[in-house]
T-cell receptor
Framework: GAGVSQSPSNKVTEKGKDVELRCDPI?????LYWYRQSLGQGLEFLIY????????KSGLPSDRFSAERTGGSVSTLTIQRTQQEDSAVYLC??????????????FGNGTRLTVT | DAKTTQPTSMDCAEGRAANLPCNHS???????VYWYRQIHSQGPQYIIH???NNETNEMASLIITEDRKSSTLILPHATLRDTAVYYC????????????FGGGTRLMVKP
């Protein structure tokens, strides 16, 4: 079946511009996660959505970062006034159940963001 | 979540079994062992997970020692496409909303 889909796959933007990254999770998955991965580094947690509950935003690095999930499905990660240190691969993952389960996460292939 | 220790890199001949070790000596009774891999330019891919019993699926087998302080991921017949970074992670099911990926093991499958 279809996996987690992210768009665009690559995004080059100028410093100071806003960007929106999109994630389509696997149908029926109630949990959705955003991570980012800098070159050669591990994954950095950003934000977590579970059903209609308030999202866990504890990983967002600054108030320039925000995310929403509409209708419990598609999610958009927005970065305002981008900085060069925002350059990374932004990964989205979904899971059939979130907190309280051992369900594995299924990742998309990410959006590679380059801020020039 | 418990810390894990994995070798930085390993080589394996194509067609042979790849055995990837992971130490998690501080694992708690309610923490699961998960394995993911990341092939270049792709997102992490879930492989297998377990609590205390050995597990097998279409991709791999997971062998967990009786004291749960270490585990081994086994790819029974490695192919060139199995070349990737393999991550061993331990986490509780109910507490963490996030996975903490360490350095992983870079497996190189050679012809």
């Amino acid at each position: 079946g279809a996996g987690v889909s992210q768009s665009p796959s690559n995004k080059v933007t100028e410093k100071g511009k806003d960007v929106e990254l999109r994630c389509d999770p696997i149908s029926g998955h109630t949990a959705l996660y955003w991570y980012r991965q800098s070159l050669g580094q591990g994954l950095e947690f950003l934000i977590y959505f579970q059903g209609n509950s308030a999202p866990d935003k504890s990983g967002l690095p600054s108030d320039r970062f925000s995310a929403e999930r509409t209708g419990g499905s598609v999610s958009t990660l927005t970065i305002q006034r981008t900085q060069q240190e925002d350059s990374a691969v932004y990964l989205c993952a979904s899971s059939p159940r979130g907190q309280g389960s051992n369900s594995p996460l299924h990742f998309g292939n990410g959006t590679r963001l380059t801020v020039t | 979540d418990a810390k894990t220790t994995q070798p930085t890199s390993m080589d394996c001949a194509e067609g042979r079994a790849a055995n990837l070790p992971c130490n998690h000596s501080t694992i708690s009774g309610n923490e699961y062992v998960y394995w993911y891999r990341q092939i270049h330019s792709q997102g992490p891919q879930y492989i297998i997970h377990g609590l205390k019993n050995n597990e097998t699926n279409e991709m791999a087998s997971l062998i967990i020692t009786e004291d749960r302080k270490s585990s081994t991921l086994i790819l029974p017949h490695a192919t060139l496409r199995d070349t990737a970074v393999y991550y061993c992670i331990v986490r509780v099911a109910y507490a963490g909303n996030m996975l903490t990926f360490g350095g992983g093991t870079r497996l190189m499958v050679k012809p």
